[in-house]
């Protein structure tokens, strides 16, 4: 069989010439776009055409996604309800969101801005980047700037580096992080040039790495976070607990041994934010609790990332702890860290979770 040279693959059309859709998704791949373009990154490419489930799971898109049930939302963790001024989102008092692009290296299907990532529309023009800044400079509890979006390190390291003096100007904010998948997805994109941009800050800055599976954690993914290290920029990772990507405890482990090895700390352990259109990935809850208890003894106390949920509705992030939820005839309630301490009730599929939820089973 011919070879196909990994590339960039934007469409449905250069998916289905690679033998990754089914019939199914074939059939409705313009419905799906609707939602959230397609992309895939040249190192995830080669990936999937070598038949790495775990990776095609995460990135192709499938017929399942038409499938939206009603606890679904456009905006599961609440960022509209939190905005102020565009680009801006202030959640908690001493941190804000700053999301300059909704633009990534690639897509997940199982995105919880997929509302919004991927439109141009949603990316800030300089008048409107000038007004977050101003807003950050004029809320003094303000001492970090987190960037999202989309993937804030696949912007031109000269734009970077020009938000970060203009941070670095604002004496209250002292940490800057970043949220991204590029070291990973992308790892070319982490040359001396952006190097250069996250070390001129005076700032302490944090490189936050998305990965669901050690199989993403290519040669080239692990120069590109060595560079990082060697920069002395603190890499810690982030991943999604998703089925059939990294839902068992062999998987878990896998990613997270790997982690260490490259000198990454494990972080987050999110369980699923309900997006519309995500079900196919969701891991019942009991069962993601259960599978979380079984890390403990297995690995290295430092390589267990908290397990968190954000409370649907932006009610706040907390860790799946048996002090922040109980589960009741049929429903789970969390905690919620703002609104004084409320217990939320959170409307996951009852048949899901049938067990009551005991705090000997939870970490």
């Known amino acids: 069989m011919e070879t196909i040279c990994a590339k960039e693959v934007v469409s449905a059309a250069e998916m289905d010439a690679r033998g990754w859709l089914d019939a199914q998704t074939a059939a409705v791949a313009p419905k799906l776009a609707e939602s959230l373009d397609f992309k895939v990154s040249p190192p995830m490419t080669t990936l999937i055409d070598a038949g790495v489930e775990e990776i095609k799971r995460q990135f192709v898109p499938s017929y399942q996604e038409l499938d939206e ?55 800030l023009n300089s008048a409107q980047m000038d007004q977050a800044l101003d807003y950050i400079g004029s809320h003094p509890q303000i001492r970090e700037v987190i960037f ?24 209250h904010v002292k940490l800057i992080r970043f949220h991204t998948r590029v070291p990973v997805v992308r790892p070319e994109r982490v040359d001396a040039a952006l190097i250069q941009a996250l070390t001129a800050t005076r700032k302490v800055v944090r490189v936050i790495v998305h990965v669901n599976s050690a199989k993403e954690l290519t040669s080239a993914a692990e120069g590109a976070i060595l560079c990082l290290v060697r920069a002395a920029i603190p890499v810690l990772s982030q991943s999604v607990l998703l089925k059939g990507v990294n839902d068992s405890l062999t998987q878990l482990l896998d990613l997270f041994w790997k982690l260490i090895e490259m000198r990454v700390s494990p972080y987050y352990l999110h369980y699923l934010d309900p997006a519309r259109g995500t079900t196919h990935f969701r891991v019942p809850l009991q069962d993601a609790l259960e599978l979380f208890s079984q890390l403990r003894g297995k690995i290295p106390g430092y390589a267990i990332p908290r397990f968190m949920v954000d409370i649907p509705g932006g009610h706040g992030k907390i860790s799946l702890d ?39 089973r939870l970490c």
Request: proline share 8%; aromatic share 10%.
């Open 69 to 123: 049930q009603p606890y679904e939302q456009a905006d599961p963790i609440g960022d509209d309800a939190h905005g102020t001024v565009p680009g801006i989102t202030h959640r908690y008092p001493d941190r804000v969101l700053l999301n300059i692009s909704h633009t990534c290296a690639v897509y997940c299907r199982f995105c919880f801005r997929k509302e919004k990532v991927s439109k141009s529309g949603h990316s």
């Open 148 to 171: 999202s979006g989309g993937d804030p390190l696949i912007l031109a390291p000269r734009l970077l580096r020009r938000v970060l003096m203009q941070l670095d100007r604002i004496e």
């Open 322 to 360: 048996a002090h922040n939820m109980r589960y009741e005839g049929g429903k789970w309630y969390f905690l919620s860290p703002l609104e004084g301490q409320q217990w939320v009730e959170v409307s996951y599929p009852t048949n899901e979770d049938p067990a009551p939820v005991h705090e000997e």
